[in-house]
């Protein structure tokens, strides 16, 4: 069962549960739910990598790793793990379906800006439509030769 610990009255209702299920002593499944990123979001990041990488003849994956998380967002997204067999320190990159709505906002406007100042791409913002659209149609035409 969801509760949304933000409403009183669920609140209660959890604490009720638990309590209940604390004196049965058995096994529970505690879930924390984030709110994920949205569809068109998603589709907006894809169709912004994509852009980016058809001018400089990348793939959407590879500006993905190595533009979007590493370079532009490595607190989102890099992770250090000590490696158990090694003892090493390997460094690892976080999915981006483990962020939200805020975090993928932020993301793509850090993304935006570094394309913008430092590779001179200009990538629409998400409210310029007809902008995307173009966008969307210059990917579509190239996308046999990435």
């Known amino acids: 069962m969801l509760y949304d610990l933000s409403i009183d009255l669920q609140a209660e209702n959890f604490k009720k549960r638990c309590n209940a299920l604390f004196k049965k002593r058995c096994v529970v499944d505690l879930t924390e739910r984030r709110p994920q990123r949205t569809l068109r979001q998603n589709a907006y990041l894809h ?49 981006s ?6 975090q993928m906002t932020l993301a793509i406007e850090r993304f935006r800006d570094w394309a ?31």
């Open 47 to 95: 169709a912004a990598l994509s852009y980016f990488g058809l001018q400089f003849g990348y793939k959407a994956e590879e500006v993905k790793q190595w533009y979007f998380k590493e370079l532009c967002n490595p607190e989102l997204f890099v992770r250090t793990i000590s490696d158990r067999l090694t003892g090493q320190e390997r460094k690892v990159l976080r999915s």
């Open 97 to 102: 379906a483990d962020l939200d709505t805020e």
């Open 116 to 146: 913008a100042n430092v590779a001179g791409v200009y990538i629409p913002s998400p409210d310029e439509h007809r902008m995307i659209e173009q966008m969307e149609i210059e990917i579509q035409r190239a996308k046999q030769y990435l």
